[in-house]
């Protein structure tokens, strides 16, 4: 009897069946027939309830019919964007109000809570602390050893240009980025492969309620950090920009701790925020740390945390974030003013300056029309990010040796552009930031190309936006921003961790100071620094397709509010022709990783479908008093993982069981870890009661099942989940629309929402994946599959 | 090579005393009414009418500020401004301190009635922009070590310039090409040190314009072939390895699992009943 009720108890939910057992796609393609929900209830205490569409013995029959075989078996397709992976699970935003909590609320005095107030405070100062370290540590790093990069560079090409024999130096050169470039790819494929790319997409997911495995860990944030060093200063067509954001975040997630379980140290303060719920405030406020650390736009940050981030607001924790932001941006000013032997001076409030502009807006309105050309360039990016991102190279080795072949082709394309490259340009008094080429040039000018392609990205961008007019010529630009925009894009698919931001202002500014060149010609106001600018701000927001926040940050980062009005007239048409043809970047991203992330509303033709046909069933359920080997059966059972299992109890008249809790397997982990047993507690009088401290100790690696022990005897102990389990899950009646329930999900932050019928019955569960996998294409509303990855 | 610093140095020397002599001889008043034609307007009472010692002043200011705007002006073109108006600019600013700072006989001050006793400050200004070019020129940076040797070398050269000028250029560019990379290497160290003064820049801005655009010794660009080949051939490594890992490893398949909603609700609508699907 066990056997089979085994079989067919959690075997059949399909939303989360590994579909590794045999039984498995028969049950999912089966399922549909009989609509009758009936309630088994099995023979004996210690049973499950199995609630279903079908019996054990309508299995048998139905396993029979080919057809059905044929259907139900997991078919293979190739990797797309129209997929949910069933290996991310959900956070645990919703409170469980169980017993316990209850208690330690009880026991908490007032001043309890005024300090943990306090202590909220505190660790925000510190994110923005250490997130603005973080980025002084990036940046110094990054000047030192690009400093050393070019200076052997040039120095060789000057004594080659001489002697002959250019063609070494190009091969110095290109040895030299990869070989910067092999130590970052390396640590990214081989030791932490979440951190590749920017992580903005993922912290974005992180906030939305999604869990990222490995996303918020120290290694993670070694490993960006370093990364980040080595392709930028690798020569990659990529900024240090983007990184920050998720380096924000994890230093947020891992201060909010108080301990680090990756360093095994646990420095026993904060206890208290050992939550979900907490620690993802906490993330916010990070992830606007290290906007406002990148480019020195506090109020930015909070809005990038607001817009593409958290899901879940309120107005002191905006405070908070804002705090967290301003001493980030801060800290980064000061720590860089004293490393550039200016204490006090405060003029680096980001990792990227744009500079200063006058304010003069009069050209700016007219640079608006022009920059429709420049939009083309981002459908095209997306585009192709889009191709480059299914790619055939899985294998860290092989994602290793592409970076690599990237950053020697990268360094081979630049060089040739310099070396055949006509323009040059006379030098300007003090420009020793710059580091300028002659190569063939006439004595006492530099190569303008190379100011282009022969400096950090950063530097760049400045001396696009601020160079004199006529620094230029429009086809050094012109072919600047062609074999940039082709080198960014395939640059972003590696498996190496670096930002979007700038190589995308990057090939903005290149394009806008191009209109402006042009434009030049014609009549002779127009300053292509402005054109730059606009063109910098138009392709990034066709880019990442941020409005608000982009708007802020780039008005906070030029310094000048009088630019808002352009700025954001240019991000609002570009995000109009964007979205046309295409998501944005992070979007198509978070697709191609089939993440079932939840989007502001649920899609719009969505209200005819209802609770019944959303949730998944039938669910498994647990007994208030159950028996422990049910429980670990149920826990260690491959083929599914469950993680919320509705509490039932069975009324008095019979075969009702009517709902009375929810609990989660992180709970009941720590239940048989400490082994609360019925029985246990009698024999032994003295046992300590168990306390939320306990579970938040465990927060947040649970233990997998398989490494509790439970002997032969434990298992026929029962276990009570009273005191333990959530009291009062939310509940929504079968006839709940899609939109109704959707919006639950997203203010609430919920994980599983249970389906009741009329007498409190389970029927079936709403979890993430279940409403995420609708969503609005291009012929209405579409279904996304659900795949293992 | 000492000898010609030593030389030059003496010379500079000399120029100056010279120059302070005779700003000492000049001490004698000259006529008065001549300065001050009165046909504009009656006099005003003698308490505010400014004092004879400060048009005094004034006149020399006047007379050292023609003779140093004459020399600037002499020297703008090529610019030999710090090594010809040095003595001229000390000067001035003598007489102008002499205005602003000291007292005549009497503890008489002159400074309130010549400089800010009216809105256009006509002397104040007249200073102030001359000094304001002044320090952009940078001429107070001069005369180390290195600025005798780079004079000396840079003189070298351009004698070697002339020298083959009228001939074929190519053969100027091989045998002065020796002196004009030390001269280059010289200024490049300076440069990197501390600020030039704009003689010297200009100096050799000139020679490296000469040089590069006159005689187009500018260095060929003649290893395309080379450099176009490593290039290509790095070009080339991703091609090849793209091409092998598409051949030699196949794409991740995801396993799908079947729950379709929209596909049973679809059928449903051609006709079926409400739960009964395929």
């Known amino acids: 009897m066990a056997n089979i009720t085994k079989k067919v108890s959690w075997s059949s939910r399909p939303d989360e069946t590994g579909a590794t057992g045999e039984t498995t796609p028969l049950l999912n393609g089966s399922e549909q027939p009989r609509h009758s929900r009936q309630v088994e209830l099995m023979s004996g205490e210690g049973a499950i309830f199995h609630i279903g569409r079908h019996g054990a013995g309508d299995l048998e029959e139905e396993m029979t019919t080919e057809e059905v075989k044929s259907e139900g078996r997991p078919k293979e397709i190739p990797h797309n964007e129209k997929l949910l992976s069933l290996k991310f699970e959900s956070l645990d935003y919703d409170n469980i109000e169980n017993q316990l909590f209850l208690d330690e609320e009880r026991r908490m005095s007032y001043m309890g809570f005024r300090c943990l107030e306090i202590s909220r405070w505190v660790i925000c100062a510190l994110i923005g602390f250490l997130t603005g370290l973080i980025a002084c540590f990036i940046d110094i790093v990054v000047e030192q050893v690009a400093k050393v990069k070019y200076n052997v560079i040039k120095e060789n090409i000057e004594t080659f240009t001489e002697a002959g024999g250019l063609s070494i130096s190009l091969i110095l050169w290109a040895v030299l980025n990869c070989s910067f470039v092999i130590v970052g790819a390396i640590l990214v494929a081989f030791f932490e492969p979440i951190a590749a790319g920017s992580g903005i997409p993922q912290i974005k997911c992180y906030l939305n309620g999604v869990k990222i495995p490995r996303v918020v860990r120290l290694k993670t944030l070694v490993v960006k950090v370093c990364g980040v060093i080595c392709s930028v200063v690798g020569g990659l067509a990529v900024g240090k920009e983007g990184p920050m954001i998720h380096s924000g975040g994890v230093v947020a997630a891992g201060v909010s701790q108080g301990r680090s379980t990756s360093l095994k140290r646990d420095f026993k303060i904060f206890e208290y925020f050992r939550r979900d719920t907490e620690k993802r405030d906490f993330v916010s406020a990070g992830a606007a740390a290290g906007v406002s650390a990148a480019f020195g736009a506090p109020v930015g940050g909070v809005l990038f945390s607001l817009e593409e981030g958290a899901s879940f607001w309120n107005q002191m924790l905006t405070w908070r974030i804002f705090f967290a932001s301003m001493i980030s941006t801060f800290t980064l000013n000061f720590v860089l003013s004293v490393y550039h032997k200016k204490p006090g001076e405060l003029s680096n409030p980001g990792l990227i300056n744009f500079g200063r502009f006058e304010s003069d807006v009069g050209d700016f309105f007219t640079s608006i029309f022009h920059s429709s050309t420049v939009l083309q360039a981002e459908l095209l990016l997306c585009l192709m990010s889009a191709v480059l991102f299914c790619r055939y190279v899985h294998r860290p080795c092989l994602q290793v040796m592409e970076a690599t072949l990237v950053a020697a082709v990268t360094a081979a394309v630049s060089f040739t552009m310099i070396y055949f490259s006509n323009d040059c340009q006379p030098l300007a008094p003090d420009n020793t930031e710059v580091y300028q080429l002659q190569l063939f040039c006439a004595d006492g000018e530099y190569n303008s190309m190379a100011t282009a392609f022969f400096n950090t990205p950063e530097k760049s961008v400045t001396s696009l936006f601020h160079d004199q007019p006529g620094t230029y010529n429009p086809l050094t630009l012109g072919l600047f921003t062609l074999t940039y925009f082709f080198l960014a894009c395939w640059t972003y698919g590696l498996a190496v961790s670096a930002g979007v931001f700038i190589p995308s202002l990057l090939i903005g500014a290149a394009w806008g100071r191009l209109c402006g060149i042009l434009l030049f010609w014609c009549s002779t106001w127009a300053d292509p620094g402005k054109y730059a600018l606009i063109g910098a701000a138009a392709q990034l927001g066709g880019i990442v397709r941020m409005t608000l926040s982009l708007t802020v940050i780039l008005v906070e980062a030029t310094g000048n509010v009088t630019y808002g009005l352009p700025i954001m007239l240019v991000l609002m048409t570009s995000k109009i022709v964007g979205d046309y043809f295409q998501e944005g970047l992070y979007d198509i991203h978070i697709k191609l990783q089939s993440v079932p992330f939840l989007h502001w509303e649920a899609p719009a033709t969505s209200h005819w479908l209802t609770a019944r046909e959303v949730m998944s069933s039938p669910v498994t359920c647990l007994n208030k008093i159950e028996k422990v080997g049910t429980i670990v059966d149920i826990l260690s059972n491959t083929s599914t993982n469950h993680n919320g299992f509705p509490v039932v109890v069975q009324v008095m008249e019979g075969d009702v069981v009517i709902l009375c809790g929810l609990i989660l397997r992180s709970q009941l982990i720590v239940l048989l870890k400490h082994k609360v047993f019925v029985e246990l507690a009698r024999s032994r009088l003295t046992q300590r009661k168990l306390l939320l401290k306990d579970f938040r100790d465990a927060y947040p690696r649970f233990p997998p099942i398989q490494s509790i022990h439970v002997s032969q005897d434990e298992r026929e102990c029962m276990m009570d989940l009273t005191e333990f389990m959530n009291p009062t899950p939310y509940t929504v009646p079968q006839e709940t629309s899609l939109p109704r329930v959707f919006k639950l999900f997203r203010a609430l932050g919920l994980r599983h929402l249970v389906v009741v019928d009329d007498e409190n019955r389970v029927v079936g569960l709403v979890s993430r994946k279940d409403l995420a996998r609708y969503h609005l294409g291009k012929h209405g509303l579409e279904e996304l599959h659900l795949a293992q990855t | ?278």
């Open chain 2, 1 to 278: 090579m000492s000898q010609h610093k030593n030389s030059l140095l003496l010379a500079l020397l000399t120029l100056n005393t010279i120059y302070m002599v005779q700003a000492d001889s000049l001490n004698p008043a000259p006529d008065m009414s001549s300065l001050f034609s009165t046909s504009l307007m009656s006099s005003f009472p003698e308490d505010l009418e400014i004092s004879g010692y400060c048009k005094e002043l004034l006149f020399f200011f006047k007379q050292r500020y023609v003779t140093f705007v004459d020399c600037l002006i002499l020297a703008a073109r090529p610019v030999k401004v710090c090594q010809n108006c040095s003595s001229s600019y000390s000067m001035l600013q003598d007489i102008y301190r002499n205005i602003s700072d000291q007292v005549g006989p009497g503890n008489e001050s002159c400074r309130d009635s010549l400089l800010s006793s009216d809105r256009l400050m006509v002397v104040y200004q007249l200073y102030s922009n001359l000094q304001d070019l002044w320090t952009s020129s940078n001429c107070e940076s001069n005369l180390t070590n290195d600025t005798l040797n780079f004079l000396s070398t840079l003189n070298q050269t351009l004698t070697c310039f002339e020298k083959y000028q009228l001939g074929n250029h190519t053969e100027l560019c091989k045998s002065c090409k020796k002196m004009y990379g030390d001269v280059n290497k010289l200024y490049g160290r300076m440069e990197k040190n501390d600020t030039m003064c704009i003689d010297l820049e200009d100096a050799m801005n000139m020679t490296r314009r000469l040089w590069s655009k006159n005689f187009n010794c500018s260095l060929p660009r003649d290893e395309t072939v080379p450099v176009l080949a490593v290039s290509s051939f790095m070009l080339f490594l991703p091609v090849i390895f793209y091409l092998s890992s598409f051949l030699h490893s196949e794409q991740k398949k995801r396993k799908l699992i079947h729950r379709s909603l929209l596909d049973r609700y679809s059928i449903k609508a051609a006709g079926d009943g409400i739960f009964s699907v395929r």
